[in-house]
């Protein structure tokens, strides 16, 4: 069966909150993008991996930048910034950062159905 839809970032399916932030689901039948809104101060390893269980992100992310900058370190000592106005690939394993006093808003296409849920912990690699 073919299948077409749209939806408004205006009206997303389900919001999840954490601490210093926030991911706006988008149910596109079956798979979820997401919307990210992360305030000054939010660190994955401190708002993230308490609720998550796990040391590390082990989410994948391809997505765009919309708004400020994003500290990322990988499990393999790789880092980086990414900034607005620029596309990212992360794959699990990391850990990042808000840096500066500008939100980091971050449209993610990849399946974010699990992001802040202890499920993502099931997919943690060892």
């Known amino acids: ?5 749209s939806l408004s970032f205006a009206d997303p399916t ?3 909150e954490f601490p210093h932030g926030r991911l706006e689901l988008f149910d ?3 798979s979820a993008a997401g919307r990210f809104v992360l305030e000054p ?5 401190e708002d993230m991996a308490p609720l ?4 590390s992100c082990q989410q994948r992310h391809v997505g765009y930048v919309l708004t400020g900058n994003l500290q ?3 499990d393999n000592g790789a880092h980086g910034v990414i900034k607005a106005g620029e596309m990212l690939h992360i794959e699990p394993g990391h850990d990042a950062r808000v840096l500066g006093n500008e939100p980091v808003t971050v449209l993610d296409f990849a399946d ?5 849920t202890r499920a993502t912990a099931l997919h943690a690699t060892p």
């Open 1 to 5: 069966m073919q299948a077409l839809m």
């Open 14 to 16: 389900e919001i999840r």
């Open 28 to 30: 596109l039948h079956g």
């Open 41 to 45: 101060g939010w660190h994955w390893a």
């Open 52 to 55: 998550v269980g796990t040391a």
């Open 72 to 74: 990322v370190s990988m």
């Open 112 to 116: 974010v159905a699990a992001y802040a």
